[in-house]
């Protein structure tokens, strides 16, 4: 009840602070030229989702450490992991890591290597107890300072990348970095050593979306070429990091390059997918996105490939757009609307459903 009463009062905060810049239709504001999704682009929005969605199986010890999907890597009553007209690479994932945060700290996880798709895959999960990260919400902006320092302040300095000015982000998602372990980067080196010429793939759903973002950061930082790929990814930034984030992945030039060639580029960069209602990526309002965004239209499942747009670098004024803020009864009714924050191809805030 103590939590419910926080997030209404949470969300009642919000919406006042939205109320001026929803509502903006993107369609009117700017003629974006059509992105066709192809069968590609969605089969890999699927199976990240669904990546996503055994992050969770960890709650219940269910991930194991050294064991491809079919051999019990995750469990074999989802059929993702043991049926191969499911999944065709149930004998090729193979799950290597399972990190564990301390208790109510963010960076839960597992590394898997992919030999079919030639992906290592770095996932987190959203959150074990189901609302406690609403406590995390604190408004304040923290300063940014990156985990990987040394190597940041020397890039800099070099000038392969630009300073990070007045970068702030959200306090609660800033004590990620303070508890990341170098033993993950040296695990990470270690899968690398082996496998270099595997694409390094961060992703992650809810909090574990803004977990993926500043781990994905972190491996930018330390030389290897990441995508990041997040779903119901609340707002984290202020404008600052926004635009050092956009330079670092490259977000400008790969939506140029995306809207020239008519279809998407699913190979590098950073892209947020977010759901239709889903109010959790519009809040906090105070901060911003960051990537390329990609839009299921449709509430209910199934989210087919005509379901998906892409709309690329979405501007200030143009966010929250698909968020229809309306009555109060409404609003009582469906709460944060938590079927459109936990239904993202599939359903990929439990462990049980695919
Ligand atoms: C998996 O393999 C690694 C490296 O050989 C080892 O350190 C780790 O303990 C193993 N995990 C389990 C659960 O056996
Ligand atoms: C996609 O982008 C990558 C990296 O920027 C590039 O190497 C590759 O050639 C691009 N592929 C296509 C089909 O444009």
Redesign the pocket.
């Known amino acids: 009840m103590k939590h419910k009463l926080l997030i209404f009062l949470f969300y009642f905060v919000n919406l006042f602070c939205t109320s001026n810049t929803t509502n903006i239709p993107s369609s009117t504001t700017k003629n974006i030229k059509t992105v066709e999704i192809q069968t590609e682009t969605y089969d890999r929005l699927v199976y990240f989702s669904k990546m996503c969605a055994i992050a969770n199986c960890i709650s219940y010890n269910q991930l194991k450490e050294n064991k491809t999907l079919a051999e019990g890597g995750c469990p074999q009553h989802l059929k993702f992991c043991s049926d191969i007209n499911a999944n065709k690479a149930i004998h090729d994932i193979s799950i290597e890591t399972v990190i564990l945060a301390k208790s109510h700290e963010l960076g839960t996880g597992y590394i898997a290597i992919d030999h079919m798709r030639q992906v290592i895959a770095l996932v987190f999960r959203g959150s074990s107890t189901r609302w406690d990260w609403f406590h995390d919400l604190r408004l304040n902006p923290s300063k940014y300072k990156p985990f990987s320092l040394d190597i940041y302040d020397e890039k800099v300095k070099k000038g392969e990348i630009s300073e990070c000015v007045d970068c702030k982000l959200h306090a609660g998602f800033s004590k990620f970095l303070d508890t990341l372990h170098g033993k993950f980067m040296d695990e990470l080196d270690n899968i690398f050593q082996k496998h270099s010429d595997y694409k390094l793939v961060v992703v992650g759903h809810s909090l574990g979306a803004a977990v993926a973002v500043l781990a994905g950061i972190e491996f930018k930082l330390r030389g290897f070429e990441p995508m990041i790929i997040t779903y119901a990814q609340p707002k984290m930034f202020n404008s600052g990091m926004i635009e050092w984030i956009n330079e670092l992945f490259e977000s400008e030039n790969l939506d140029y ?1 995306n809207k020239e ?1 008519g279809f998407l ?1 699913f ?2 960069g950073y892209y947020r997918i977010v759901h239709k209602n889903d109010f959790i990526t519009g809040l906090p309002a105070y901060f911003r996105h960051a990537g390329l965004q990609i839009n299921i239209k449709k509430i209910m499942l199934p989210h087919l490939i005509d379901d998906i747009e892409y709309n690329g670098l979405v501007l200030a004024n143009e966010e929250n757009n698909q968020v229809e803020f309306q009555t109060w009864e409404r609003l009582y009714k469906d709460w944060l609307h938590l079927y459109e924050h936990r239904h993202y191809f599939v359903q990929v805030n439990e462990c049980d459903y695919i």
Do not use: A, F, Y
């Open positions: 390059i060639k580029n190979t590098s």
